[in-house]
């Protein structure tokens, strides 16, 4: 059963800002060392990490109402073939489905939470 839908966009320039301005107090306070080990900061370091953030959001949007959860319980991750998927710390009985897409100045994450069965 779907549970929720969730969508967030965020500025890549924010992201950008973020950084410059806290470090990595910012990616501690936000990513798990999974998420940022596995982003190398090369072409698309921000993107990548503004797409997270977005999906992190896009999660939380689409469980909120049933389960608070803060940023750094959802982890977002890649599985070999590039597709993104979504792990909670703990389980919580909800499955989520994940799309991902980004360019220069924008990142946009769509999520659909589904029940466990
Ligand atoms: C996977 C694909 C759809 C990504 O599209 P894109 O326009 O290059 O890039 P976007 O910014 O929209 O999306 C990137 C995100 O897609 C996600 N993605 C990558 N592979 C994926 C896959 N197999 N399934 C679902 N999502 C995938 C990732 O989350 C990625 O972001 P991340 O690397 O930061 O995690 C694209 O590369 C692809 O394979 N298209 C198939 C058609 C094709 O080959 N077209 C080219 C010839 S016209």
Not at 7 to 17: G, P
Not at 47 to 75: G, M, N, T, Y
């Amino acid at each position: 059963m779907i549970a929720g839908i969730g969508i967030d966009m965020i500025k890549i320039e924010k992201m950008r800002e973020a950084l410059q301005r806290w470090g990595d107090d910012f990616l501690e306070r936000v990513f798990n060392k999974e998420e940022v080990e596995k982003i190398c900061k090369g072409k698309m370091y921000y993107q990548r990490l503004a797409a997270r953030f977005a999906a992190k959001e896009a999660v939380i949007k689409a469980i909120s109402k049933e389960h608070p959860l803060s940023l750094k319980d959802i982890a977002i991750l890649n599985r070999e073939n590039g597709a993104p998927y979504c792990q909670f710390k703990k389980n919580i009985g909800i499955d989520i489905f994940l799309s991902i897409t980004h360019i220069e100045d924008y990142a946009i994450a769509c999520a659909v939470a589904q029940k466990e069965v």
